[in-house]
T-cell receptor, first 111, second 113 residues
Framework: KQEVTQIPAALSVPEGENLVLNCSFT??????LQWFRQDPGKGLTSLLL???SQREQTSGRLNASLDKSSGRSTLYIAASQPGDSATYLC??????????WGAGTKLIIKP | DAGVTQSPTHLIKTRGQQVTLRCSPK?????VSWYQQALGQGPQFIFQ???????QRGNFPDRFSGHQFPNYSSELNVNALLLGDSALYLC????????????FGSGTRLTVV
């Protein structure tokens, strides 16, 4: 059974720092991995989608990597800003076409 | 290009009542999935609709039912509401089984009193 874990559960850093959020999964048989952002009480915004054949994807200050063999993905945020404060969720599309979720990392960027 | 649209945004219902939530998928998407998200928790999969049929279902009771229309839009119905049904209900659309990713709506906040 696929399980997705996100570490840390919460992170608080000063503005301007570069930071890394981690996502691990137990079964490497995935179609893709997707990173989402969620602001309090709001819906989910897709940040990056990495197909299983890809190693990384970049969008602006965000870079996500995927190492399928080791079951790991990282989301790198460069030059963090207070507006980056949110909960970040990763999800893998497993071999049954089901989206399996991590519990999220709550990120606070202090001005 | 409109993304996923959900209505209403907020809803207050009384225990025992019935509620219908609506979702219009992103243009080009043919599959709609519904999720329940309680405060402080991750999304829980309710069910997924494709070609007007329920294709997959999570661990939710039969009080939760749905429908997909020929234009790919979808409804989520919840009967005999319980206080524990209070949550953010998220709709997501996709195509090709989700291999091109999921797009989520802004959600419907349901409060049962």
């Amino acid at each position: 059974k696929q399980e997705v874990t996100q570490i840390p559960a919460a992170l608080s850093v000063p503005e301007g720092e570069n930071l890394v959020l981690n996502c691990s999964f137990t079964d490497s048989a995935i179609y893709n991995l997707q990173w989402f952002r969620q602001d309090p009480g709001k819906g989910l915004t897709s940040l990056l989608l990495i197909q299983s054949s890809q190693r990384e994807q970049t969008s602006g200050r965000l870079n996500a990597s995927l190492d399928k063999s080791s079951g790991r993905s990282t989301l790198y945020i460069a030059a963090s800003q207070p507006g980056d404060s949110a909960t970040y969720l990763c999800a893998v599309l497993d071999s049954n076409y089901q989206l399996i979720w991590g519990a999220g990392t709550k990120l606070i960027i202090k001005p | 290009d409109a993304g996923v649209t959900q209505s209403p945004t907020h809803l207050i219902k009384t225990r025992g009542q019935q509620v219908t939530l609506r979702c219009s998928p992103k243009s080009g998407h043919d599959t709609v999935s519904w999720y329940q998200q309680a405060l402080g928790q991750g999304p829980q999969f309710i069910f997924q609709y494709y070609e007007e049929e329920e294709r997959q279902r999570g661990n939710f009771p039969d009080r939760f039912s749905g429908h997909q229309f020929p234009n790919y839009s979808s409804e989520l119905n919840v009967n005999a509401l319980l206080l524990g049904d209070s949550a953010l209900y998220l709709c997501a659309s996709s195509r090709q089984g989700g291999t091109y990713g999921y797009t989520f709506g802004s959600g419907t906040r349901l409060t049962v009193v």
